[in-house]
């Protein structure tokens, strides 16, 4: 020790575990001659210094960060010398304590291990399980934390004597890499690429066992193979994804601009929502029947990669990654009857049996299922659809450290939250609570993340309906319960991601959710300030014939935009074929099983109807997707609508719908129009609370021509449209608005 050694305890806060962060201060270390230690421990990673650079390794230490990494806090301490320490030493972590760290996310195969994937002379040649420390699985294979091997589910894989040497070697890219494994000592698939790539050449449906379950998957330009996914999926209309070799290959089949095209070949490797080219090849029919864009990702798993290797003829190296690739494959979610991923090789074969002609799975368990994350551009920057695999468990920073909850969300494309200090963890997708199967899900996933976090919730939130299943989990947990009005709640999941505490003006455009009374809302101005939410003004209400049925059936919500405009007498002769409706008609004009319902979907859901648009749907929003797919050039139909007494009517656009040249002029009119309408709505009100920005929420907020010309209409009047980026803007956003409610109460 010399007289000018200066020793420092410095605290790394942040997604610094399972990164590759010790390995990184390890050589920083060396490399300036410094003397200490580093660990894990349930806070981040824990740093002790000692030498005469400790100015260089402290700006080292942020700028040469891990690509992994995310650093939220580093604090130094000076400290008392330690006089005779030797050298620099990575320590065994310590589990005791409050956990206040968290685990990565599952990260796409990196470029070095890409080259080593696909070097003939590399031990690790067409290795279907070989990661670094800069890539590999994280959350889908961690039970606990600290982030160790005997934690994860490679517990029961030994490392081998050449695995081992690069574990312990700090010059080496797997130093300390948990997942590390090799063919010699690591996990096996069940069956070879190349058997897997004939059966899907053959036609066959295969499941694949990924990261955070299983996949189905087919070859894309066979549609037979499709249209049987399809159809022992029970997958109804509802759009599958593609998976590709590259960028190059997509841009056959999609339009991108450079942001889309990060978003495309990020580590998170998300489905990237994309407008199909006019020109593309052809491709079956049945993979987004009627929609304007397609669902894209790429590889991120080396079995992936295998896979797309064996189409191109196993070429040496990786220069063939740079070239298109003719191989497009279906990947959708091996989920049967809106049931949750599959994720074991048992409940594969058990469940998967009458779908897939082939399973191929392996010894490495899935310990969290996580669905693949769905995401498009959306007004300039990046939105969420579906909050999944590659971004679970990142945190979303609060305005401010709140108590910890959790929070349950609703019913439909459910996910759940907890809070941690001023942080927020918004879980995977988990799906609508319609079966014993996905309660399970849910239980499951809020038992793992409380767990993995070491939280123990003071609260539970959840929504005001009575009868959602995960309104009546949140009563069994014996927690404390805070009940958050729906639409409340997607204004506040917005008002979270964007750090905003005082009172907000929020459109809440959605589908549906209940309101106060017991009515049934969707189309709502909301004054909403912390615990208080006052509804200021509505969109006018239409009946909805047979109550929910009609959000799959929009001619009768059409049938009822006609009776609304006294022309109930066109009922039968528009809509004869699709179901009762001379009922239909009575049950409108009596108001019997016809409630009213303010909900911005179901005038989606008229406009359609009244467009010849999917007069029947297979799913919930398909009807609305499939017209936002006509939409190139949104216009306005001046004076197309009704504002009185906080009432926004749409009726007279309705009317003009009657009288277009076709469904593209009709839905070029009803979008460009209803976001024209909302702006009007909205500028007196927010004039007369002094506001000059607005929140916007809800699923209808998804619609990509919709968002994007309410933004630019409030910039246009100098306002300010906050949308939903973070969390989803449909229901799988609300566990996050919960949270936030409910921190208000505690």
């Known amino acids: 020790m010399s007289n000018n050694d200066e020793r420092l305890r410095i605290r790394v806060r942040g997604r610094v575990q399972g990164v590759g962060f010790r390995p990184h201060v390890h050589a920083l270390a060396r490399r300036s001659g410094l003397t200490g230690w580093v660990l894990n421990d349930p806070q981040g990673v824990l740093i002790e210094v ?51 760290t968290g685990i990565g996310p599952d990260a796409a195969v990196c470029p070095a291990c ?91 449906i295969v499941a694949i066992k990924g990261l955070g379950g299983f996949h189905l998957a087919c070859d894309a330009t066979q549609a037979d193979a499709v249209a049987r996914l399809r159809r022992v999926k029970q997958r109804n209309g509802k ?53 304007a864009w397609l669902g894209v990702m790429l590889p991120y798993t080396p079995l992936h990669y295998l896979l797309f290797h ?68 959306l007004a300039g920057s990046p939105a969420f659809l579906r909050r999944g695999r590659g971004h679970v468990p990142e945190q979303i920073r609060l305005a401010r450290p709140v ?6 969300g609703g019913h439909l494309k459910t996910t759940v939250c907890v809070t941690r200090g001023d942080e927020a963890f918004l879980s995977q997708h988990i799906g609508d609570l319609d079966n014993a199967a996905t309660l399970g899900f849910l239980e499951e996933t809020v038992d793992h993340l409380l767990h993995i976090l070491g939280v123990e919730p003071v609260a539970v939130a959840h929504d005001r309906h009575p009868d959602f299943q995960s309104t009546r989990f949140a009563e069994r947990t014996g927690l404390p319960a ?7 709640a997607h204004v506040a999941a917005v008002m979270a991601e964007h750090r905003i505490e005082g009172p907000a003006l929020g459109l809440a455009l959605d589908g549906f959710g209940l309101g106060e009374g017991g009515g049934s809302w969707g189309g709502e101005m909301l004054l909403v300030d912390g615990l208080r939410s006052e509804r200021l003004g509505s969109l006018a209400p239409l009946a909805q014939p047979g109550g929910d049925v009609a959000a799959r059936q929009p001619w009768r919500m059409a049938a009822s935009a006609l009776v609304r405009m006294g022309r109930a007498d066109e009922i039968v002769s528009r809509f004869s074929g699709h179901g009762p ?23 989606f859901d008229a406009a359609c109807g009244l467009l010849g648009v999917r007069a029947v749907a297979g799913f919930e929003g398909e009807a609305p ?48 129009t209803l976001a024209a309408a909302l702006v009007d709505w909205t500028l007196p009100v927010l004039r007369v609370h002094g506001l000059s920005r607005v929140v916007l929420s809800g699923g209808c907020l998804m619609n990509a021509v919709l968002a994007e010309e309410l933004v630019a209409g409030f910039r246009a009047a100098g306002v300010e449209a906050l949308l939903p980026r973070l969390a989803p803007a449909n229901d799988g956003g609300l566990s996050l608005g919960q949270a936030w409610t409910a921190s208000f109460a505690l």
């Open 482 to 488: 805070v009940a958050v009005q729906h639409h409340h």
């Open 50 to 100: 000692q030498g005469t650079a400790t100015a260089d390794f402290r700006a080292a230490l942020t700028a040469e960060a891990p690509p992994l990494a995310r650093l939220d806090a580093v604090e130094y301490e000076a400290i008392t010398p330690v006089i005779g320490e030797e050298c620099f030493a990575i320590r065994h972590s310590e589990v005791s304590g409050a956990i206040a």
């Open 114 to 204: 890409l080259v080593e994937l696909f070097d003939p002379v590399d031990r690790r040649y067409r290795y279907a399980f070989l990661n670094c420390t800069h890539c590999g699985p994280r959350y889908t294979i961690t039970r606990r934390l600290p982030y160790d091997r005997p934690q994860t589910a490679m517990a029961g894989f030994p490392l081998c004597p050449d695995c081992l040497a690069e574990y312990r070697n700090p010059a080496d890219r797997r130093f300390h890499a948990q997942p590390t494994a090799c063919p010699a000592c690591g996990p096996r698939l069940s069956h070879p690429p190349e058997e897997i790539l004939a059966a899907l050449r053959a036609g066959s």
């Open 403 to 408: 108590p910890p909850i959790l929070a349950v």
């Open 239 to 291: 759009p599958f994804a593609l998976m590709v070799a590259n960028a190059e290959s997509a841009i056959r089949y999609v339009g991108m601009d450079d942001d889309e095209r990060r978003l495309l070949e990020g580590v998170a490797r998300p489905i990237v929502l994309l407008r199909r080219r006019a020109d593309a090849p052809d491709l079956a029919s049945d993979i987004a029947p009627g929609l």
């Open 581 to 603: 409706t001379e009922g239909v008609r009575r049950m409108i004009e009596r108001g019997i099983n016809a409630p009213p319902t303010s909900s911005c979907g179901r005038w």
């Open 310 to 377: 064996e189409a191109a003829g196993r070429p040496d190296g990786t220069g063939w990654l740079a070239r298109p690739q003719d191989l497009t494959l279906v990947m959708t979610s091996a989920n049967p009857g809106g049931e949750p991923l599959a994720i074991g090789n048992g409940e594969a074969r058990d469940r998967l049996a009458g779908i897939a002609d082939l399973i191929v799975d392996h010894d490495r368990d899935i310990v969290i299922r996580a669905d693949d994350s769905v995401v498009r551009k």
């Open 625 to 672: 997707m499939t017209l936002e797919s006509l939409v190139r050039h949104p216009c306005v139909a001046e004076g197309a609508w009704r504002i009185e007494k906080g009432e926004l009517d749409l009726t007279p656009l309705l009317e003009r719908l009657l009288t277009v040249a076709g469904a593209v002029e009709g839905a070029e009119l009803f979008h460009g």
